[in-house]
């Protein structure tokens, strides 16, 4: 019997319903955060969020250096480790999830540095 069809199936169902549950979920505790709020005397319009552009810069560097290492990986498996003959090609993984890794680290640590300059330059303003 095969059992792939049943999986496919399966999958097929349980899926858009997790998917709505989630969507259900999200919205329905924060309607319920709101009301919350409002049974405080807090006003919700007040306490928007505020954006994060240092969050999002992290992001960006992080999904940059990896796609960069992920890129680097595949550009030396092909090249400088491509096998001779007939060989399994599978012994190259270690490179792509190091790659991966060093490079999203990169990634992250020039995040750092930009946030530590610019808060360096905000405090000599707030000293002068």
């Known amino acids: 019997m095969d ?3 049943e999986l496919g199936v399966m999958a097929g169902i349980i899926i858009p319903i997790a998917l709505f549950t989630m969507i259900f979920g999200i919205v329905y505790l924060a309607k319920r955060e709101r009301m919350a709020m ?3 005397g807090m006003d919700p319009r007040r306490y928007k969020r ?4 240092f969050e999002t810069l992290k992001a960006g560097l992080l999904l940059i250096g990896a796609g960069f ?3 680097l990986a595949f550009c030396l498996d092909n090249t400088a480790f491509k096998h001779v ?3 399994d090609r599978d012994d190259n ?3 792509y999830f190091a790659l991966i890794a060093i490079f999203g680290g990169i990634g992250l640590f020039l995040s750092y540095l930009i946030e530590k300059r610019h808060n360096d330059k905000e405090d000599q303003k707030k000293g002068e």
């Open 3 to 5: 059992r792939t069809g």
């Open 38 to 40: 409002i049974e405080r």
């Open 50 to 53: 505020q954006s994060a552009p």
């Open 69 to 71: 290492g992920l890129f």
């Open 85 to 87: 003959g007939d060989f």
């Open 93 to 95: 993984v270690a490179i």
